[in-house]
């Protein structure tokens, strides 16, 4: 059974800090790119960063450039959100997300809440 499950977030204060993780299991980790997705209250959908496989490349938007840092662990089959200065408009589910061609699967989410 594929799983991806997130963890960490919860409340943290502008100008903090707080670490995503998401572990996965049911397929090889270490093949698929990894990418954060989050959704504001009322919105839709917002990519936040993305991972290759191999975690040499990374990508992020540009509301977050800066202060967030992705990166992976396919030793441990995780894969990590560093979220740095974080600010009220952070706020929201975070997801991750593992794709590989046509083939995708999707965490439950984490609520992360910043406070001003």
């Known amino acids: 059974e594929v799983q991806l499950v997130e963890s960490g977030g919860g409340l943290v204060q502008t100008g903090g800090s707080t670490r995503l993780s998401c572990a996965a299991s049911?397929?090889?980790?270490?093949?698929?790119?990894m990418s954060w997705v989050r959704q504001a209250p009322g919105k839709g959908l917002e990519w936040v960063s993305s991972?290759?496989?191999?975690?040499?490349?990374?990508r992020y938007a540009d509301s977050v450039k800066g202060r967030f840092t992705i990166s992976r662990d396919n030793a441990k089959n995780t894969l990590y959100l560093q979220m740095n200065s974080p600010k009220p408009e952070d706020t929201g589910i975070y997801y991750c997300?593992?794709?590989?061609?046509?083939?995708?699967?999707w965490g439950q989410g984490a609520q992360v809440t910043v406070s001003s």
């Open positions: 049911g397929f090889t980790f270490s093949t698929y790119d």
């Open positions: 991972i290759n496989s191999g975690g040499g490349s990374t």
């Open positions: 997300n593992a794709w590989s061609g046509a083939r995708g699967y």
